[in-house]
């Protein structure tokens, strides 16, 4: 009972887990974060086949892309900052 809940305190939800995995190509995880993020996907083969897909899809979305102009640098700068900015307010909370 008390691993139980420990395991339940210390793992992310599938839910968290996907947006951290989206989460973590745009800015570094805290050391928690990524620690709890790699105990989920330890345990559960959906995340995990979920993270592999989504890595082939970026993979090959970046290959697309490759031969399109690049954008002005400040406009990326600038939607860089209100996606970190967004992405501090949709952080997952701990699983209490």
Known sequence: MFLSRLLHRLIYTCRDTTLLLEKED?????WVEHLRLRLHLLLCTPCTAYQRKRRALSRWM????????SPA???VEELQE?????????????NG
Do not use: N
């Not at 745009?26 to 805290?30: A, D």
């Not at 209100?82 to 701990?94: A, I, Q």
């Open 73 to 75: 640098p400040k406009a």
């Open 26 to 30: 745009h800015v570094e995880l805290s």
């Open 62 to 69: 970046r290959k697309q892309t490759e031969s399109l102009p």
């Open 82 to 94: 209100r996606l970190r900015e967004k992405m501090k307010l949709d952080r997952p909370e701990s």
